[in-house]
């Protein structure tokens, strides 16, 4: 018995050296984050909904958009497929973790509270938190907002933004929405006093709607940001990739032109250090 027990103990020890010298295991540090996504042949693209001009679905019901024609752009020039998909904004971190998407893209902007959950590629897009109200309104600054009810969209950098100003503790109500249009239709219908939403998305949405002259934009707002792209903490060499691509995207000729198909201008100049790049 003491002789099967040794025998036992040391297959045991064995299979065990076995495994630590396997290859699998040898691995187990090797980030494999881009390889994996060449092997698939695509990247998985977690997409907001309704977010003007950057990503919504057309009269066909497509994808489209600033957002995703740089996606497209970027998975051309890497030699994949850019998978465009719809999913709850709110649960984003949710999506990108348990690997139903690849990168979140669609106006993600950077907070250093992000910076602790996501790895972001350098900036491609620059916003302001603007504070709109009805043209008629007699809020003139942010100190009216006191006693106001302000509405803006939930999850949005817009809530810590305004979460973290003074004027909050002023403010009568607040009120969250899947959207940027839903708060300035609740404006219009009377059921909030202002609106905070991104310049990026407001200038479009006024204007492809006719409706600019019903709203005026504050000088003040809650802050200017940027935008980037967000991969998981771990999938360095993926962001590493993507970043190189998308970067090569925005201060091409190919770039631009998308640019100013949905803005009319190159709003990449708008970016810190991008007459700078050399490639």
């Not at 396997?22 to 309704?50: C, H, M």
């Not at 051309?76 to 999506?95: C, M, N, P, Q, T």
């Not at 204007?207 to 991969?231: I, N, W």
Request: hydrophobic content about 40%.
């Amino acid at each position: 018995m003491k002789k099967l027990l040794l025998w036992a103990m040391a297959v045991v020890m064995v299979l065990a050296l076995g495994a630590c010298s396997s290859p699998a295991s040898s691995d187990a540090g090797e980030d494999t984050s881009w390889q994996e996504i060449q092997e698939k042949g695509y990247f998985l693209v977690n997409r907001n909904d309704a977010y003007l001009p950057l990503t919504f679905r057309d009269e066909n019901n497509e994808n489209v958009g600033f957002d995703v024609d740089l996606a497209n752009a970027v998975g051309e020039y890497l030699g994949i497929e850019a998978r465009v998909f719809l999913s709850d904004w709110d649960s984003k971190l949710i999506v990108l973790n348990g690997h139903e998407a690849d990168v979140i893209w669609c106006g993600f902007t950077v907070t250093d509270e992000r910076r602790e959950q996501v790895l972001f590629t350098d900036y491609y897009l620059a916003n302001t938190q603007l504070i709109v109200v009805p043209a008629d309104s007699d809020i003139q600054s942010k100190a009216d907002l006191a006693g106001k009810t302000v509405g803006w969209q939930l999850g949005s950098s817009a809530e810590g933004l305004i979460k973290a100003d003074p004027i909050y503790e002023e403010m009568a109500g607040e009120r969250t929405y899947v959207n940027m249009t839903e708060p300035l239709m609740d404006m219009t219908n009377g059921r909030i006093d202002a609106a905070v939403v991104d310049s990026v998305y407001y200038g479009y949405w006024s204007t492809e709607e006719g409706v600019a002259d019903q709203y005026r934009v504050l000088e003040d707002s809650f802050g200017e940001e940027y935008m980037a792209v967000g991969t998981r903490l771990e999938d360095h060499a993926w962001n590493e990739k993507l970043n190189e691509a998308l970067m090569a995207v925005i201060h091409s000729d190919e770039g631009v032109a998308i640019s100013e198909k949905w803005f009319g201008r190159n709003v990449f100049e708008d970016l810190p250090g991008y007459s700078d790049y050399e490639g």
